[in-house]
């Protein structure tokens, strides 16, 4: 079925490293949404992406949305541990779609 | 944004029966999702309930293993239907305002 593969599934980090996580659809995407979710909590909503090469930036957070609409990435630079947490990418597959299938999530670990 | 509560927040359950979640909303909406999260796991979509209609499940749910209602426009409920240990997992109400998508505090199930 159509999936929204992310990766990698988990990355331990050094606080002040920069950190990647990549998002691909098998098929073209309407739009992109990332969300974070700490330990416990609930997903937050981060940003959504609908044009193609978007790209769009939040303080340390830079989200890309891919020419051909099928891939996303989320890159936070300098990393703290307030940014532990496991981040999510959400796929609007093509017009006609109204629910969002979600990526596996990458589960992010910031050491001090 | 929207503002989401859900009852109960956690429970711990014996097979065989039957837990109904509430999920109340601050603002109308016209649909609301009812999400599936089990430990260190993705999202996975249960069902879209519309007021006024029969909920859309998706691939793998069926409605009589977890009936929805959705008597109004900020307000629905979710049944977990005679319960197996492999239904315990996490269940999340989301609604989606201008785009973005926002999740209740989830309850977390153990089914024993």
């Known amino acids: 079925g159509q999936q929204v593969m992310q990766i990698p599934q988990y990355q331990h980090v050094q606080e002040g490293e920069d950190f990647t996580t990549y998002c691909n659809s098998s098929?073209?995407?309407?739009?992109i949404q990332w969300y974070k979710q700490r330990p416990g909590g609930h997903p937050v909503f981060l940003i959504q992406l609908v044009k193609s090469g978007e790209v769009k930036k939040q303080k340390r957070l830079t989200f890309q949305f891919g020419e051909a609409k099928k891939n996303s990435s989320l890159h936070i630079t300098a990393t703290q541990t307030t940014d532990v947490g496991t981040y999510f990418c959400a796929g609007l597959l093509g017009s006609g779609y109204s629910t969002l299938t979600f990526g596996k999530g990458t589960m992010l670990l910031v050491s001090p | 944004s929207a503002v989401i509560s859900q009852k109960p927040s956690r429970d711990i359950c014996q097979r065989g029966t039957s837990l109904t979640i509430q999920c109340q909303v601050d603002?109308?909406?016209?649909?609301m999702f009812w999400y599936r999260q089990q430990p260190g796991q993705s999202l996975t979509l249960i069902a879209t309930a519309n007021q006024g209609s029969e909920a859309t499940y998706e691939s793998g749910f069926v409605i009589d293993k977890f009936p929805i209602s959705r008597p109004n426009l900020t307000f629905s409920t979710l049944t977990v239907s005679n319960m197996s240990p492999e239904d315990s997992s996490i269940y999340l109400c989301?609604?989606?305002?201008?785009?973005?998508?926002?999740f209740g505090p989830g309850t977390r199930l153990t089914v024993l």
């Open positions: 098929t073209t995407l309407s739009n």
């Open positions: 603002s109308q909406v016209t649909m």
């Open positions: 989301s609604v989606t305002v201008l785009g973005e998508q926002f």
